[in-house]
């Protein structure tokens, strides 16, 4: 029985491996000149690849040397065809990745703020907004 379940479990495994290597939709470049939070972990400057995995649940950036992948939610854009960028909230010269949009739909990706984050706007800090267009492949 044990041995049934260990088997279950790989092919269960590989199967959701499949499918999130089928689901990947879109990938977008960027150009970030600075670094950045994405949650918390801090992202060098660079070029990165933005990669929608999960049917859009999940993010992830690549770089030459790493990658990060995150869970978003999504959110609304004002138009059917948004443009692709990344937008990023900044108190000071600290820089949060606050919102993915991979273009040419209506909806877009946000990430949950971490507490770095949290912390910056209980201290009275208001953000303002940078924003970076994406490049379509």
């Known amino acids: 029985m044990k041995n049934l379940v260990t088997r279950l479990l790989v092919i269960g495994t590989a199967l959701a491996g499949a499918a999130a290597v089928y689901a ?3 990938i977008v470049t960027a150009e970030v000149p600075f670094n950045f939070y994405m949650g918390s972990a801090v992202m060098p400057q660079g070029s ?26 999504d ?3 004002k138009s059917m065809d948004e443009p692709a960028r990344l937008v990023f909230r900044r108190y000071g010269e600290t820089y949060f990745l606050a919102q993915i949009w991979t273009g040419n739909r209506s909806n877009g ?6 507490t770095r984050e949290k912390e910056l706007a209980q201290n009275g800090s208001a953000p303002t907004l940078a924003v970076i267009r994406l490049a379509v492949r």
């Open 48 to 73: 990165y690849r933005v990669s929608e995995m999960s049917n859009g649940a999940v993010i992830v950036l690549q770089t030459a040397n790493a990658s990060k992948a995150i869970i978003v939610y």
């Open 109 to 114: 990706h946000a990430l949950p703020r971490s």
């Open 24 to 26: 990947q939709s879109r």
């Open 75 to 77: 959110v609304s854009g």
